[in-house]
Every structure is written in structure tokens, then in C-alpha cells.
């Protein structure tokens, strides 16, 4: 039988195990992350390559730049939680490389924005505990993609909650904040390929 944890879980209490890759402190209590499906998987590949003309030092020749952008990145937040993001991104101008790079611990500076990719049988988590949380830290924007029901949910932060600017499906050409100087291909972001799909 297990016993009773007496304290909310820190990242102290992750640190030590050798799984502390696909662990996350999600209400004070340390959870293994979902392990992603095929479209998950897929989708999340693709964020690589749709958002690289942003992943650089702005005013370059190979897109507007400015921002830094991970995939499944430790960030931890004021009231305890760490998440794994499945992608998320900071504006250079407000976070230094080496606050990012850190392998020993979460990133602790808010990000701008991040993006989940719905797990099945997590729907909570994505759509309403990390909302909250990310919205109690002030992260401006937070996207939701949903793989097996194909739809993108664009969310902007305001005084009240976030707020849903933008919805989408495979198919549709979007222009996204806060990446909206680029075109974006939802159907990609799905992991979809241009002649075929998962």
C-alpha cells in the first residue's frame, strides 16, 4: 500500500528518479506523462519545421525570427507545477539561452507561449488544469491542437481567462497569433504530409 505523500512533490523529489524525463508535478503529486499516440507523435515532429522561420535571431534572411522554441521542455511554474510542454516558445528578448538550456532543472521564466497536443484520456489536463495554470503565470498565448479531431484552438490570455481568437481544422491556411506573419497549414501541424496522412 502506498504511503500518503505529507507535502506537495518538488522538483527535488523528480530530480532524484531515473524516469524524471517523462515526469511532470501536476497538484502537488508527481505524474508520468502520457506517452504520445502515432498523431501525437506526428504532430508534434512537425512543429519543428512550420515555426523554424521564428526559431532564430530576428531580422534574418530565413524568416522574422525572435523567439526560442523547444519541444518537450521541463517548465515550472510559481505554485509548484511542472509541466512537460509538448512545444513551447519565449521571445528572445525576454529570455537568455542558457535560462533555457538547463538539463539540471524546469525553466523557471514564463514562457510566451505554448502549445499542447491533446493526449487521449487527458483532455482535462489540456483543456482545463494547465489553462489555469498557464493563465495564472500570465503565458500571453496557448494553443490546443487535437489530433484525432483534427481542430487547432488558437487561446489569447485576458484579464477574465483565455479567450478563443482563432479555431481551425486540416485544411485551412491560417495566419495564428502570435505567429501571424506566416502563413500556416493546419493540416501540417496535424502531421499531415502533402501526399499523405497518418
Known amino acids: 500500500m502506498a ?5 506537495p512533490a518538488t522538483w527535488a523529489d523528480v530530480a532524484e528518479r531515473p524516469d524524471r524525463d517523462q515526469l511532470e508535478i501536476v497538484g502537488g503529486e508527481i505524474v508520468r506523462r502520457a506517452m504520445p499516440s502515432v498523431g501525437h507523435a506526428g504532430a508534434q515532429a512537425k512543429y ?23 519541444v518537450e521542455i521541463h517548465t515550472g511554474y510559481p505554485g509548484g507545477e511542472v509541466y512537460i510542454h509538448d512545444v513551447a516558445g519565449w521571445r528572445r528578448e525576454r529570455a537568455e539561452v542558457q535560462a ?15 502549445c499542447e497536443v491533446v493526449s487521449p484520456r487527458h483532455e482535462k489536463r489540456d483543456y482545463v488544469t494547465k489553462p489555469l495554470v498557464l493563465h495564472a503565470a500570465g503565458v500571453a498565448h496557448y494553443w490546443i491542437l487535437h489530433p484525432e479531431e483534427r481542430i487547432l484552438l488558437v487561446h489569447r490570455w485576458s484579464d477574465a481567462g483565455y479567450i478563443v481568437v482563432q479555431r481551425a481544422t ?6 495564428a497569433e502570435p505567429f501571424e506573419t506566416v502563413e500556416i497549414r493546419v493540416s501540417e501541424l496535424l502531421g499531415d504530409d502533402d501526399d499523405e496522412s497518418f
Open 48 to 70: 519543428g519545421a512550420v515555426l523554424d522561420p521564428f526559431n532564430r535571431r530576428p531580422g534574418g534572411p530565413r524568416g522574422p525570427g525572435g523567439w526560442r522554441i523547444f
Open 100 to 114: 533555457l538550456r538547463s538539463s539540471d532543472s524546469p525553466v523557471m521564466v514564463r514562457p510566451d507561449w505554448v
Open 3 to 7: 504511503t500518503p505523500r505529507t507535502r
Open 170 to 175: 486540416a485544411g485551412d491556411t491560417i495566419r
